[in-house]
């Protein structure tokens, strides 16, 4: 049975919450917790949603190849820990990373057994204005984001499964189908 398992999407397409539905069906599944260098959002937890890292500190654990990957997103870094991952799965348990597709294809190359599922909004008007709708971040911010969609959905054609989320209980009944058999 496939235990390491990515997911990617583009902002504000609602992967959270589908993978968060998710987690709350399948608790013996766990969710990576990524560093970034970005700042927290109201209500985000530093160890919970991300290790909220500086970029001196990231940058000491680039250098310590502390990571098993790591990317810049609109500006800022992130990255997942190698020694999270391979603890993880040596004890046996089933371990999902949210990543950007980037960092999904390279831990692919890392680790083949890795299984890459691409969550796409349903068009991408919707998701403009989702993004919109969260009024977390600035117009520039925005811009940044939407930027990066076009890279992402051509990244994510090497991906081994795509979902549209059309709606939430769609989307997390895919995703157990893939998972779960
Ligand atoms: P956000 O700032 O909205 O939490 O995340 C922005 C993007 O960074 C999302 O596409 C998310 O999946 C991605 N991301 C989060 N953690 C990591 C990570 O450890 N590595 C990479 N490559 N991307 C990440």
């Given at each position: 049975m496939k235990k390491l398992f990515v997911i990617s999407g583009s902002s504000g397409v609602g992967k959270g919450t589908v993978i968060k539905e998710f987690l709350k069906k399948h608790p013996d599944f766990k969710l990576s917790v990524s560093c970034t260098t970005r700042s927290k959002r109201e209500g985000e937890v530093n160890g919970v949603n991300y290790f909220f890292l500086t970029q001196k500190e990231f940058k000491k654990c680039i250098d310590n190849g502390e990571f098993l990957e790591w990317a810049e997103f609109s500006g800022n870094h992130y990255g997942t820990k190698k020694d999270f991952v391979e603890s993880s799965l040596k004890n046996g348990e089933n371990l999902i990373l949210e990543i950007d597709t980037k960092g999904a294809l390279n831990v692919k190359k890392l680790m083949p057994e890795a299984v890459l599922i691409f969550i796409a909004p349903p068009s991408l008007e919707e998701l403009e204005s989702r993004l919109r709708g969260r009024?977390?971040?600035?117009e520039e911010a925005i811009q940044k984001r939407l930027a990066s969609i076009k890279l992402e959905l051509e990244n994510s054609k090497h991906f081994d499964y795509e979902i549209i989320n059309d709606t939430v209980d769609n989307a997390v009944n895919k995703l157990e189908e893939i998972i779960c058999g």
């Open positions: 009024h977390t971040e600035t």
